[in-house]
């Protein structure tokens, strides 16, 4: 069974960083697709960053660009996501996900999914 699970969330202020890491386990085939999503309260679930572990490639929300920067490490094995800047409303649980093909933050599109962490940003 494909284990995904996130670690790094917690509490900090208004420009604040965090370093968020997700190691993948329990997998038979490879898993092109790592990335991050997040559930901020009162809105639906939004892609946040991915990368494809093949080339590197890498997506992200319009949100985030510029401020979020996603990674592999542990030989493609773990998607990091470095977050700077923080701003309160990028307060949410965040969750690691991957899926076998890049198709866009389409959540249907995606395979496996993480529990979350939470992150929360002061105001």
């Known amino acids: 069974q494909v284990q995904l699970a996130e670690s790094g969330g917690g509490s900090v202020q208004s420009g604040g960083s965090l370093r968020l890491s997700c190691p993948a386990s329990?997998?038979?085939?490879?898993?092109?697709?790592m990335g991050w999503w997040r559930q901020r309260p009162g809105k639906a679930r939004e892609g946040v960053a991915a990368?494809?572990?093949?080339?590197?490639?890498?997506y992200y929300g319009d949100s985030v660009r510029g401020r979020f920067t996603v990674s592999l490490e542990n030989a493609g094995n773990t998607v990091v996501l470095e977050m700077n800047d923080l701003r309160h409303e990028d307060t949410g649980i965040y969750i690691c996900?991957?899926?076998?093909?890049?198709?866009?933050?389409?959540?249907?599109?995606?395979?496996?999914w993480g529990r979350g962490t939470r992150v929360t940003i002061a105001s």
């Open positions: 996900a991957a899926g076998y093909r890049w198709r866009g933050f389409n959540a249907q599109g995606w395979g496996f």
């Open positions: 329990g997998y038979t085939h490879p898993l092109n697709v």
């Open positions: 990368t494809q572990r093949r080339n590197a490639l890498t």
